[in-house]
């Protein structure tokens, strides 16, 4: 059993994952878990929760990798996931895990978004740094804009609250409110959306992994801490 933890990043994640892949709600605390408990033998992780309940635990991902399992992640949460975990074997995918395995992107916010409800499809309600910089770097290499309203650009959409980045605010702080009906065409003409990119080749991945897929690597071992055995209910050894 293969299993996709995914949301705003891939709302449509139901329908790609076409029954070859059972497509699951953004990943919290314990779902990595459960998920290993029910015989998963690959997961992929490209959502997470993490404000109203805790995040996806680094210690459930080395429990996954020790039971065998593979863990893939990208896009959102499973990208941080995947930069904090690879060098104990979760496959980190995409050009959003790479800027974070790498140190040039070190904030979690710049995955953050604020979105809607599962029942309405997860509908973005501000715009993730990510796919920002990624549509401002098109933008460059189209020469669809000038090198100074593109570093404004820039400068505004890092100052802004991840819930509060949208385009006509960040135009409004760039201070090219002016031209917001004409930029916003050409903005939204161009759009890159590199979560769902990312996404998208994470689950193309954990289709095509099978039992030889790579899991645990390194010489290290699973410890059950006190916390561990409270957190997952295992009674002490």
């Not at 930069?83 to 104990?88: G, I, K, L, M, S």
């Not at 953050?112 to 509908?123: C, I, V």
């Not at 819930?163 to 409004?172: C, E, G, N, V």
């Given at each position: 059993m293969k299993i996709l933890f995914a949301g705003p990043s891939l709302p449509d994640a139901p329908r790609l994952c076409a029954g070859a892949v059972e497509a699951r709600p953004p990943a919290a605390h314990g779902d990595v878990l459960a998920a290993v408990r029910a015989g998963a033998t690959a997961i992929g992780i490209v959502d997470g929760n993490f404000e109203h309940v805790a995040p996806v635990w680094h210690k459930e991902i080395l429990y996954a990798l020790e039971a065998g399992v593979a863990v893939f992640g990208a896009a959102s949460m499973g990208?941080?996931?995947?930069?904090?975990?690879?060098?104990?074997g979760m496959i980190g995918i995409g050009a959003i895990y790479e800027d974070y395995a790498s140190g040039r992107r070190v904030d979690d916010a710049d995955v953050?978004?604020?979105?809607?409800?599962?029942?309405?499809?997860?509908?973005a309600l501000s715009l993730a740094l990510?796919?920002?910089e990624a549509t401002l770097d098109r933008l460059e290499t189209l020469g669809r804009l000038g090198g100074k309203d593109l570093e404004r650009l820039r400068t505004a959409a890092r100052a802004l609250f991840y819930?509060?980045?949208?385009?006509?605010?960040?135009?409004?702080g760039a201070g090219l409110a002016e031209n917001r009906t004409e930029l916003i065409q050409l903005i939204l003409a161009e759009n890159v959306d590199r979560k769902r990119e990312d996404a998208l080749a994470l689950l193309a991945a954990l289709r095509d992994c099978g039992t030889e897929s790579p899991a645990k690597r390194g010489d290290w071992r699973f410890r059950a801490t006190s916390l561990w055995r409270m957190a997952a209910d295992q009674p002490e050894t």
């Open positions: 990208a941080l996931r995947a930069a904090e975990c690879d060098t104990f953050a978004l604020l979105h809607g409800p599962a029942e309405l499809g997860y509908p990510v796919n920002v819930k509060d980045r949208t385009w006509p605010a960040i135009l409004s």
